[in-house]
C-alpha cells in the first residue's frame, strides 16, 4: 500500500512537471550516464532552466 | 502482419456492455424526448458518458485495429531515438495527463455556453455524435500519423504527403487561425472585466504574484515548481478575497473600473511587455498556475454537477434554432456546428497531437487511450459547460449574453425584451443575481466566461453554502478563465512572434535571430498588432464583438480539423486501405460543407459581415448615425471592419477549397497506384530499441 502510494505521488509530481514542461529529471540523468558518460550532468536547477526557455521556442504546445 | 489476434468477448464482459448500452439508451432517451417538464442534468450526464465508454470501447479500437493498424510491438519515436528531453518512452497515464493539459482550453467552456440559446439538445448531441465520429478521430489519428513518422509535426506531414505548396497554404492558415483564436479569447477577458473592479483587480494581482513566483523560481528554490505554485494559489485566493473590499471602496475602485476600449488596450499592451519579457520573469510561472488551476477547476466543476446535480432550467429545444438568436445568428445549420467547435471537434488538437505527444508514448498501443481518450475527457468539460449554462434561469442567461443594442442598459428594459421573446423574467431577478455575485450589473457580458462562472459559483453554493461565499465563487471562476486565457494570449504572442521572425528573415535574414531585439520587437510588435486590431474591433462592435468573432473563429478552427482529417484521409487511401475511407472521410466533408456554407452565409445574405458594412455605409450616405456610432468617423470604421471579416472569411473559404482541391487530387492518384505510397518509417521491433519501456 506504501509503495503504491509513493508510486502514485510520484507519477503525479511527473504529469504536473510534464504539463509544465519539465520531463523527468532522473530519466535524463540516466541516459546521459547510459549513452552519453563524456558529458556533464547538469544540477536540477540548469535543467530545470533549460527546460524553461526550450518550452515556450516550439509551435503552439497549448489550446485555445 | 503484427496485428493482435482478437480475443472473443468473455460472457460476463457481454453483459456488461449491453448494459451500459441500455442505460446509456434510456438516458439519451430521456434527455431527447421528455417535454414540458425540467430533467435534472444527471441523466444528461450519464447518458454522455454511456456514449463516450461506447464510443472509446467500440469504434475507437475498431480504429486502432481495422484503420490505424496499430502494432504494440513497433517501436515509437520515443523508443527508437530517446534523448532524456523531447523523447522520452513515459508511463501512459502521465502522457495522458500531459495530453489533456495541453487540449482542454477556454475553448470547450465557451463555445457550449454561446449554443445553449438554441436549448441544452442540439448542443449535446452535436458534441457526443462530433467528438465520437469525428474530434476524437482526427486526434488520435493525427496522433498515430505523427508516431509512424518519428514525432513530425501537422505542416511536416503535409508537406510529405499532400506536397510543398498545401503544406505551405495550411500552415500560413494556421497562423491567421491563431490570431484570430487571440482575438476572441482576449475578447473574451475584457468582456468579464468590463465595469467590474472586483474581477479587474483579481486579474490584475496575477502579474506582481507571477513575477515573485518567478523571482521565487529562479534565485530562492529552483525548479520548484509545487512549491511556488502552492503559494501562488494562496496569493490568488488571497487576491480574490481583497477584491470585495477593493470593489466597495470608493477609493479603490475607480482605480479598476475600465470601459472596453481600455481593457483591449491594456491587453494589447499587456500582451507585447509579456512576450518580450524573458519568459521565467512572468510567462512561466503564470502558465504553471494556470495549468493546475485549469485542471482542479475542471475537477471542482464536475464534482459540484454530481453533488448539486442541478435541474436543467433552459428548454431541450428554444425557437432561436431559426437562426433569429440574440447570442450569435445564423440557423442550426451550420452555426450549431460552427459555435461548438472545441469539444465535439477542434482543430487545433492536430497540432498538440503531432506535437510533444508523440515522442512520449512508449508504446502504439496506449495511443488510443491518450489521443480518442484525451478528446472524449474534453467533451465531458464541454458537456459540464453546457450543463452549467442551461441550469441557469433561461433569463437570466439571455440577459447575460444578448448584446445591449438588442435589450438596452437597463434591467427593467431587458427583463421586459427577453420575457417577451418567451423567457419570462422580471428586472428583480436580474438585479438580485448582479447582487449575488459582487457585480453592479449581470447584462450584455457576452462571452461565455461570465455566465459559466455564474452557473459554476450557484453550483459550488449548493454545496458549500455560505454568505456573500456566491459572489467569491463567481471570481474565483473569472479569475480562473481569465488566467489561463492570458497565458494563452502571452505564449500565443510569443509563438506566433518566432512565425512572423522567420517570414521576416526570408524578406531580411537578420530579423530570424531570436536574440536580436530589433527583430524580436518589431515581430512582437506585428503579431500584437494583429490580434490587437480584431479584439479593439470587438471591444467597439455594435453587436458585442463575440457575435461577430466567435463565428469567425469557429469557421478558422474547423477548417483546420477539415485540413487534419483530409491528411488522415489521404493517408488511408495511401495505405491502400481504401475501404475504411469514410472514417476520416465523412467528418472531413461534413466539416468542409459546415465550413464552406458557414463561410458563405458570413460573406453574402442577411447575416453576412457584408450586409452589416453595406448598412452602415448606406447610412453613412445619407448623412445618418446607426448605433453605437456616435460620429461619422466611428460608423467608418464600423464599416472597414466588416469589410475586413468579410475578407478574411473570403480567405478561409479559399484556403477550404484549395486544401480540398489538393487532397481530392492526391487521393485520385494514390488509388490508382496498386502499393502502398506513404511516408511511415520503416518497420522496427520494439525489442530491437536501445529506449527502455517505462
Redesign the interface.
Known sequence: MKRWLRSAWSRAVQTARLCCGVPDYDTYVRHLRDHHPDRPVPSYAAFFRERQEARYKGTGGRCC | MHTRASVPASPAARILWVSIALVGAFCLGVVALRRGEPINAIWLVAASMAVFVIGYRFYGRFIERSVLRLDPTRATPAMRH?????Y?P??K??VF??HF???????PLVGPVLAAQMGYLPGTLWILFGVVFAGAVQDFMILALSLRRDGR?LGHMLREELGHVPGLIAMFGVLVLMMI?LAV?ALVVVKALTHSPWGTFTVAATIPIALLMGVFL?WLR??R??EVSIIGLALLLAAIWFGRHVAGSAALAPLFDFDARALAWLLIAYGFCASVLP??LL??PR??LS??LK?GTIALLALAIFLAAPTLQMAAVTRFIDGTGPVFQGNLFPFLFITIA?GAV?G??S??AS??TPK?LANEGEARMVGYGGMLMEAFVAIMALVAAASLHPGVYFAMNSPAALIGTTAEHAAQTISQWGFVVTPDQLTQTARDIGESSVLSRAGGAPTLAVGMARLLHEIVPGGGMMAFWYHYAILFEALFIL??VD?GT??GR??IQEIAGLIHQPLQH?ESWTGNLLATAICVGLWGYFLYQGAVDPLGGINTLWPL?GIA?QMLAAIALMLATVVVVKLKRERYVWVPGIPALWLVVCTLSAGYEKLAGPISFTAAGQKYAAAMAEGRLLAPAKNAAEMQRIVTNNYVDAALTGLFVLLVLAMAGFGVRTIARAWRINHPTTHEEPYMPLDAT?GSAP
Do not use: E, K, Q
Not at chain 2, 530517446?82 to 523531447?86: A, F, K, V
Open positions: 530517446p534523448d532524456g528531453l523531447d522520452v513515459t508511463d497515464w502521465v495527463g500531459h493539459a495541453a487540449i482542454a482550453g477556454a475553448g509535426s483564436v479569447l529562479r529552483p525548479g515548481i509545487l519568459v521565467w510567462l512561466a502558465d504553471y495549468t493546475f485542471i472545441c477542434s487545433w488538437h497540432i498538440i506535437g510533444t512520449l497565458t494563452t505564449a510569443r509563438v518566432f512565425m531570436t473563429f478552427n536501445s
